[in-house]
């Protein structure tokens, strides 16, 4: 007998804005299944990467820490084996919890939690992509952006990044039908984590095909003619100012990402029609979000790595008609937000309590929020960059309708996203700025942390350059495979195997000579 708790289901995207979906408002973007998840589910109109670039914010999602706390400065930072996750709590909790598709660890722990994982990752496992504040000026050309993906935007019928999804997608129904056909009681926990529509912006024929006389519109918000001192750097680190885009350039690499939004939201209604047939869908709750967003041509930039809307406002969808009610919620929320929620569901479903986090977290469960009761939220989240293309770190602060970043060294920058949605007008002189000044202050010191990150970047750079003298040791996850105990082998007992390997399973064979 399976058990009646809830499963968990997450899809999570790369690279997707909260703004290119139909259910935030995008006209043009063709998502049916993610629109229709978010009409029967609770949609958070305000939630943020809690860093906006990959590793970081992976390691805020799985751990419900500000990325300062866990050490999770840039794409090749380490976490440690050490550091709970919500895999390690939901296990404590009873379940089995896996991983199908990328999530950026770093290091020699590759599964931080997951029972099981079954697919490698698509970036490397190693201290290779360290960016060194110490030489802020350098382009690391092996692995930084460039405009190379929008020059070259279009229609290929296979690149790297879709034969990898294609392998998640598959892999993830593969784990639902064996948990819905297998003998485990436990409930099931499974991230299915995409590297979709994340650059380079090429779609196949099909997704490609879906926007064929569409008028895809052109940035909002073109490339002003003095940036704020952010924007620049980034302009640098994506090598903007190496090429000349056409409008038509901008109009394919937009269609293609659209083109690959749409490939996203197949395979989501793919899994949800796998849960369907395997009788899951009453009782496993969905979650479906992503890691940041992409500029898309606004304000004249590509890519993440920035505090303006598109890079970092992502989608974030919680799914379980049973139990919370269809609705919006407006609170700003993040995704260190992720584990307390998760743990909350487990708790509720299962009636047991929930462990003690180890370290203080900096989440809050979105449960209350979920059932219209927003009398004890705080209406806030912080999010935070400590990678390339700043020398120091950066803090963005989200309370109601405003939004205040701070750098050391930059201007500080406050907008009003109720008036001002475009993040047109800096509000220097306004009567806010000197709250969001304090807290700012208050939350981390600024100049201090900078020198601890200058020190674990110098201490991974020469980690990195000796582990590739002689010979090199990979910390790439390899998928366990047995290919004795897969489909049909001659110590099988194949009247048994056909049964149990089939769902729903049919009738037991008798044979007269029984």
């Known amino acids: ?12 995207a790369d690279q997707l804005t909260a703004l ?32 906006p670039l990959c590793t970081p914010a992976r390691y805020a999602f799985m751990t419900g820490q500000n990325i300062s706390s866990c050490a999770g400065y840039d794409n090749a930072a380490y976490l440690p084996a050490t550091m709970p996750t919500f895999a390690h709590y939901l296990r404590l909790m009873g379940y089995r919890t896996c991983l199908s598709g990328k999530m950026h660890f770093v290091g020699p722990d590759q599964l931080h939690g ?42 290929a019928a296979i690149t790297n990044q879709l034969a990898y999804d294609d392998e998640v997608g598959n892999q993830a129904m593969r784990v639902i039908y064996d948990h819905a056909r297998g003998e485990d009681e436990r409930p099931l926990c499974l991230v299915t984590s995409f590297i979709h529509p994340h650059d380079p912006y090429a779609t196949r024929q099909k997704y490609w095909d879906l926007y064929e006389g569409v008028d895809i519109p052109l940035p909002k918000v073109p490339r002003p003619q003095q940036q704020d001192a952010h924007n620049r750097r980034l302009e640098k680190v994506i090598a903007l100012d190496a090429v000349d885009l056409s409008d038509a350039e901008i109009i ?21 029609a796998t849960l369907d047939e395997c009788g899951m869908a009453d009782n496993t709750t969905i979650i479906f979000t992503s890691d940041h967003g992409d500029m898309l041509g606004e304000f004249g930039l590509w890519y993440k790595m920035s505090f303006r809307e598109w890079s970092c406002r992502i989608p974030m969808i919680l799914h379980q008609p049973g139990r919370y009610q269809p609705g919006r919620v407006a609170a700003p929320v993040a995704q260190v937000d992720v584990l307390p ?38 209406n806030a989240c912080v999010s935070e960059y400590l990678a390339e293309g700043t020398g120091a770190p950066m803090l963005m602060l989200r309370r109601g309708s405003f939004k205040y970043i701070s750098c050391l060294g930059d201007p500080e920058q406050l907008f009003d996203l109720a008036n001002d949605p ?3 007008v800096n509000l220097t002189d ?14 981390w010191d600024a100049d201090g942390l900078r020198q601890s990150i200058i020190r674990d970047q110098q201490r991974r750079r020469v980690v990195h350059e000796a582990l590739r003298q002689g010979r090199y040791q990979s910390w790439d996850f390899n998928p366990e495979r047995n290919a004795a105990e897969e489909y049909t082998r001659s110590h099988m007992d194949l009247t048994r195997f056909d049964i149990t390997s089939r769902y729903p399973r049919p009738a037991a064979f008798k044979p007269k000579w029984t």
């Open 1 to 12: 007998m399976k058990s009646e708790n809830e499963n968990i289901l997450i899809v999570m």
């Open 422 to 424: 475009d993040e047109l």
């Open 341 to 378: 929620t998760l743990v909350d569901i487990a708790s509720e479903s299962s009636g047991k309590a929930k462990p003690a986090p180890i370290d203080p977290l900096h989440g809050r469960s979105l449960l209350p929020l979920c059932k219209g009761d927003s009398s004890n939220d705080a």
């Open 430 to 443: 306004h009567e806010q700025l000197a709250a969001f000044r304090r807290e700012a202050d208050e939350y």
């Open 252 to 272: 394919n690499a937009r269609r293609a990402y659209y083109g690959n939004v749409s490939y996203v939201d197949e395979w989501l209604g793919r899994l949800r």
């Open 20 to 51: 290119a979906l139909g259910c935030y408002g995008n006209e043009v973007v063709k998502s049916p299944h993610i629109d229709r998840l978010a009409s029967e589910g609770v949609v958070f109109e305000s939630a943020y990467s809690s860093s």
């Open 114 to 155: 997951f029972e099981d994982r079954v697919t490698t990752d698509i970036y490397p496992a190693d201290f290779g992509w360290v960016p060194d504040w110490n030489n802020p000026d350098e382009r690391i050309d092996l692995w930084y952006h460039n405009m190379s993906s929008v020059k070259q935007a279009g229609v």
